[in-house]
């Protein structure tokens, strides 16, 4: 709109603030350009400051260009505001400089210059070629010096070098004696003909570690002083010795020297004794007290070996690779009757009588030489001096050097004639024992069959015994209950006793058979509580109510047949109520427990019996009490004692007259 709207006028407009932009742009590239190129040019930052307000110009003319299109108005503003900015301060820089550019000298001023400088130049050229000739002068004088210097410094570097090794020879020296292991002292023998004027002159620290004396501290002492026990009459040769190796200039070694005093234990040394120049000796010692002790143990140990080898009755040998004895044991002799020195180097296969034992023999021993078996061990037969067979044990096993390498073999031998011997009795005997365990076995399976038809017998006598008996019951039974209003008191006693005649032969014929089965019978073991087997006891006897059977508390709980058990709880309890004079009695079940076994007890408080009956009641059909006044077998007891003894226990009674009776019985655990 400002333009009318006329292109022409736009484009003259957009062209020439393009090239105004440009040019604007081109001219501070060039500005920078010249202050890089010329860094000798006074003011160069005032070219900078023009470059950058030629910038803003060409950036404000370019923003003109964008705002016939975009009305950025502020924006332009901004870029003319900096575009003043920098051109204040650029007008204001360059006020300031105007003395400074006015004091630049000019072109002539220059020349003139440059022309007093060429003067100035060509006589300073001249100056220097009278001093280049002057120090052509010096120069040689210099390298004539410079040669002698040199020659004396290479002098003094080989005098240095010399001095440097000496004093590396001396530091390694000293390392070497400062470390050694052994103690070293220095002595100064002041006066060739007295041995006691000896001063310490040093001593390395392994002197105070072995001595466990400060040697520091007796440095400039004499021998006397730092050594009291020296000058006495035990140590006077070697104090002489001494003497004689600083004056000879010859060493000397001394295997061992016994010294003490208040500070050091006794001890052994070994000395070497050297001499140094100038009356001075070297004494290089160590302590050897352990050495010399260990040497004692050793050879008691040698001895105790020797000693040892000679009484054992094992012959103890030794091979080479070949298999020839190398070392024989004195038992040796004992064992073959050949002395160990004839049978020395001879193969030790020479002596066995059958081949197969050599060639066996001599197969295990290279399995040892070769190292596929570590030891092995074989019998053979052998025939002493006398010509008598002889067994023989060998065991042996790789011997060999430091280095591990198989030089032989070792081990023991032992004379086994009477084992074997005893062996082939022990054959003979098993041979003989097998014949009389057929035997046995015979005689057993002919007692099982005799056995069987004995049961077999018992039960059919048992059952043809006991139909009669229950037919006479009956038949009494019947009779008297038909004749009931015509049967007088007495003949009713008679038929009672009649009856009760019948069931004690019912009762004796039951135990006789019992009697017959125990031990032949036998029942699983199993688990049984006692406590609870005895209360099913009492309850099926049903003792009378004012009856007391007291049971011990924790009572065992034992694996076993249960059975044998219960028939001796119940013959024993069961006597105790039936025999006891009283309704009131009382019973106490007690027991003990042992190693293997536990002890039961069952006391009553009744009669009683006396010490003479007591091994007469265990025997079958003995009774102590009439069989008309208690009905009873007299087989009771002894079916106890024999369960009790079938299953490894015991059975005993204590007792006396009116002081009850205590049956005591062992079961095995």
């Known amino acids: 709109m400002c333009y009318l709207w006329k292109p ?3 484009g003259l407009h957009v062209v020439s603030n393009s090239v105004i932009g440009l040019s604007y742009f081109s001219i501070p590239v060039t500005l920078v350009h010249i202050v890089r190129q010329r860094q000798d040019i006074p003011f160069n930052w005032i070219p900078q400051l023009f470059a950058a307000f030629i910038i803003c110009c060409g950036i404000g003319h370019l923003m003109d260009i964008w705002t016939l299109w975009h009305p950025n108005y502020w924006l332009a503003i901004y870029i003319r505001v900096v575009t ?3 051109s204040l301060a650029t007008a204001i820089a360059l006020f300031y400089l105007i003395p400074q550019i ?22 300073r050229e001249q100056v220097q070629l009278e001093l280049a000739k002057l120090n052509q002068e010096l120069e040689a004088r210099v390298e004539q010096r410079t040669a002698q210097l040199a020659a004396a410094n290479q002098q003094k570097d080989q005098l240095i070098a010399q001095e440097r090794n000496y004093r590396q020879e001396i530091e390694i020296y000293k390392h070497i004696i400062d470390n050694i292991p052994l103690g070293l002292l220095v002595w100064n023998l002041k006066k060739t003909d007295d041995a006691s004027s000896l001063s310490l002159v040093t001593a390395n620290p392994a002197a105070s570690q072995i001595l466990k004396i400060d040697m520091q501290a007796e440095i400039g002492r004499t021998i006397g002083e730092a050594f009291p026990n020296m000058v006495t009459e035990d140590c006077h040769d070697l104090l002489h010795t001494y003497s004689w190796v600083a004056t000879s200039k010859e060493a000397k070694i001394i295997e061992s020297v016994n010294y003490s005093d208040e500070r050091l234990q006794p001890t052994v040394f070994a000395l070497k004794v050297f001499p140094i120049p100038n009356h001075h000796l070297g004494v290089a010692f160590e302590d050897i007290s352990d050495r010399k ?20 009755d094992e012959v103890i040998f030794q091979t080479d690779i070949q298999g020839n004895w190398t070392f024989l044991s004195p038992a040796w002799e004992t064992v073959t009757g050949f002395p160990a020195s004839v049978s020395l180097y001879q193969n030790f296969t020479d002596l066995m009588v059958k081949a197969t034992e050599k060639q066996r023999t001599q197969e295990l021993f290279q399995s040892l030489i070769n190292g596929s078996q570590e030891t092995y061990q074989i019998d053979f037969l052998i025939q002493n001096q006398q010509g008598e067979p002889r067994w023989l044990e060998m065991y042996a096993q790789p011997k060999t050097d430091s280095y591990g390498n198989i030089i032989g073999v070792w081990g023991t031998i032992n004379d086994i004639t009477q084992r074997k011997q005893a062996e082939e009795l022990i054959a003979l005997r098993a041979q003989e ?22 049961d077999q017998f018992a039960y059919v006598t048992s059952h043809d015994l006991k139909a009669p008996l229950r037919a006479i019951a009956n038949l009494s039974q019947w009779i008297e209950e038909d004749l009931a209003d015509k049967l007088t008191d007495d003949t009713r006693h008679q038929m009672h006793l009649l009856r009760s005649r019948v069931n004690r032969m019912d009762a004796l014929i039951n135990g006789i058979l019992q009697y017959s089965r125990i031990g032949r019978i036998t029942n699983q073991p199993e688990e049984v509580e006692i406590s609870q087997l005895l209360a099913e006891i009492i309850d099926s006897l049903a003792p009378p109510p004012t009856f007391t059977i007291a049971i011990a508390k924790n009572m065992p709980t034992i694996t076993t047949e249960r059975l044998p058990l219960q028939m001796v709880f119940t013959n024993l309890i069961s006597n105790a109520i039936k ?5 009131d009695g009382c019973i106490h079940i007690t027991y003990q427990e042992k190693n293997e076994y536990y002890e039961f007890s069952i006391a009553d408080d009744g009669l009683g019996i006396a010490p003479e ?10 009774t102590l009490d009439s069989r008309d006044n208690t009905e009873n077998t007299g087989i009771g007891l002894s079916i106890v004692k024999k369960i009790v003894e079938t299953q490894g226990g015991t059975i005993r009674l204590v007792s006396q007259p009116n002081c009850g009776a205590n049956f005591l019985f062992t079961w095995k655990k």
């Open 579 to 583: 025999h006891h004079p009283r309704i």
């Open 8 to 10: 022409w006028l736009v």
């Open 613 to 622: 009956f007591h091994e007469k009641i265990f025997t079958i059909f003995q």
């Open 433 to 454: 024992l097998a014949q009389a365990n057929n035997q046995l076995v015979k005689i057993t399976t002919e007692l099982e069959r005799r056995n069987a038809e004995l």
């Open 84 to 86: 003043g900015i920098v």
């Open 293 to 312: 002790r260990m040497e004692t143990a050793l050879a008691e140990s040698e001895r105790l070996y020797t000693s040892v080898i000679n009484s054992v």
């Open 102 to 123: 006015m004091a630049l000298p000019s072109r002539k001023q220059i020349e003139e210059t440059n022309q007093r400088l060429v003067a100035e130049i060509q006589e």
